[in-house]
């Protein structure tokens, strides 16, 4: 993951994109205003990492006296990397969402490796948060960030990153030129109206037109550098990006891809895509870099394709033994293992354990920035976090969210990155029961959130009309407000979980213990594993008694009477 104004926050060592494959990190959906019901722009982001610690960066927009310095603290290791020149002015940046809507989010791909190791000290995260704090569109952050490339040069591997604003939705895909060499290649390709994307640690822009400029933007040695390299020698405009600086292989397809495939395949099934795209079965097939949905996307639609465990397909994760008896859709790590000399794997779904944080980010062209921009964000566990409302404008993050409570080494109970993970950690052992008080509260919390917004941004808007700093202030209480309410909704959840579910028992709504059984499939799997050995013997029949002869019974003879005399 990444850091926001770093001169400003302790240094936290992460491991995040750059371990990639192994850690797989970060899955981004991309959607752009003609698909969405309500003329929206968004982007979501999962920040996946075993090490990140879930929270929500707030930086203030500031004036810098001529000749400032920003610090460049490289986010996957807490490195300083350098200093660059700091912009005159600088805009609010919430989380991923700056307050003129301009929003991204990130996904590391990391490609050949004869491309790591860049001279430069831009790092990937320093590229996205920079940008947020100096560009009002994603045209611009697009030219903001790869002319800091250009300057200073690139300190990361292969990125994906998505860009987003109230009119226009990007993908920009990137990579250093390896060691020793300056600044990178890149090229960046603009969402049609009406379709979404997404990204998944692996790149996935192929050939591009080269005389699009509206659409398509790229560096001028993108082919050229292949070519140097000897890595390409068809004409250019056969040239793929992702083939060339990051081919497929099995373990792309089936842990990167597959999280891709499974967003398609929900928002647009009429598409067919089918199973054999990303299960290793047809190497030749490859996905479309985006689709058109079948209908267009609530807010409310783009929360639920960020939480999948591939649910009724062949990857689904619920329908073999890992599962374990309460069909838990998690894996602990690592993800291959060897038996027998031979290798398996276990699936990678977009709704995973490891998640730091998450958002959705809303843009809206018809309102203030300070208003029109929601990120909905949350912590640990797609499938299990509350998407909350921080607008734009807002002048503070919610303490339960904000950065310094806690850490990823040091739990608090004023934390809702360690609250939320107290609760998913319960749910992961029965998932199957505890999975429906937990979507109950869910469900319960995000729907008042959606049922209320049209409300909350009309009293904003009137504020806004004659005072925007009472606008700000209005929408920063109410934020705050739903940050409580989430974080003590939630504690309450995991002590109620605990009471209902403690020692492997359940209790009713009465408050009576119950003692339920586990699946007739999990007592077959261990009678299978355990043969005979956990078997009740059979109490042996007591003989049969065999009916015993009565004695004969002789009659008895009778008197003799003497004759009378």
């Not at 996307?297 to 649910?311: E, S, W």
């Not at 640990?380 to 409302?389: E, H, I, R």
């Not at 008042?448 to 917004?453: E, I, P, R, S």
Request: with cysteine.
């Amino acid at each position: 993951m990444i850091r926001p104004l770093t001169k400003f926050l302790p240094a936290l060592a992460v491991s995040v994109g750059l371990a990639a494959p192994a850690a797989l990190a970060c899955t981004s959906l991309l959607v752009n205003k003609g698909a969405t019901a309500d003329g929206s722009s968004f982007i979501t982001y999962a920040a996946d990492s075993h090490e990140l610690y879930g929270e929500l960066y707030y930086t203030p927009a500031r004036r810098n006296a001529p000749g400032a310095m920003r610090d460049i603290v490289e986010w996957d290791t807490g490195k300083f990397l350098g200093r660059i020149k700091d912009a005159p002015v600088t805009y609010t940046v919430v989380g991923n969402m700056n307050e003129h809507q301009l929003s991204i989010s990130e996904s590391t791909f990391t490609g050949r490796k004869e491309l790591e190791g860049p001279a430069g000290i831009i790092d990937y995260g320093s590229l996205i948060y920079t940008a947020l704090e100096r560009a009002k569109t994603a045209r611009e952050a697009i030219k903001v960030m790869t002319d800091l490339v250009a300057e200073y040069g690139y300190a990361s591997t292969g990125e994906s990153f998505s860009l987003a604003d109230p009119k226009e939705v990007w993908i920009l895909e990137m990579i250093g030129k390896g060691t020793g060499q300056k600044g990178a290649v890149w090229v960046a390709r603009r969402l049609p109206e009406g379709y979404l994307s997404a990204h998944a640690n692996q790149a996935r822009i192929r050939q591009f037109p080269l005389n699009d400029a509206e659409n398509t933007v790229y560096s001028p040695d993108v082919v050229s550098f292949a070519r140097e390299k000897g890595w390409y020698t068809g004409a250019d405009k056969d040239f793929s990006f992702a083939d060339i600086y990051h081919p497929l292989d099995f373990e792309s397809v089936r842990f990167a891809e597959a999280r891709v495939w499974s967003i398609f395949r929900r928002a647009a099934p009429s598409a067919g895509l089918g199973a054999d795209y990303v299960d290793g079965s047809a190497p030749t097939k490859r996905l479309p870099l985006w689709v058109k949905p079948d209908k267009k996307l609530t807010v409310q639609d783009v929360m639920g394709l960020m939480r999948d465990h591939f649910d009724g397909t062949p990857l689904d994760m619920t329908k073999d033994v890992g599962a374990g008896p309460y069909a838990a859709p998690y894996r602990w790590r690592p993800m291959t293992w060897e038996v027998d000399g031979k290798k398996y794997f276990h699936e990678r779904a977009i709704s995973t354990q490891q998640t730091g944080f998450s958002f959705v980010a809303q843009m809206r062209a018809w309102m203030p920035g300070p208003i029109g921009g929601v990120l909905w964000f949350g912590v640990d566990d797609t499938s299990t976090t509350v998407y909350t409302p921080m607008y734009a404008g807002i002048r503070t993050a919610p303490r339960n969210f904000a950065t310094g409570v806690a850490s990823r080494g040091q739990f608090s109970w004023d934390s809702s990155f360690w609250v939320f993970n107290w609760v998913s950690n319960q749910a992961y052992a029965r998932w199957s029961d505890m999975s429906v008080d937990v979507h109950k509260v869910q469900g319960e919390l995000e729907g008042q959130f959606l049922a209320d917004q049209a409300d909350i941004e009309k009293a904003a808007l009137e504020l806004y009309k004659s005072s925007p700093e009472q606008a700000r202030t209005y929408l920063t209480a109410y934020s705050t407000q739903q940050g409580d309410k989430v974080h003590t909704r939630w504690r309450k959840l995991g002590e109620q979980l605990l009471v209902k579910y403690i020692d492997g028992n359940v209790r009713d709504e009465q408050g009576k213990v119950n003692h339920p059984k586990y699946p007739e499939s999990w007592y077959r799997h261990i009678v299978r594993d355990t043969g005979t050995r956990l078997a009740i013997p059979e109490e042996p029949k007591p003989a049969e008694a065999k009916p015993q002869a009565q004695p004969s019974q002789k009659a008895e003879p009778k008197p003799t009477v003497a004759p009378a005399p």
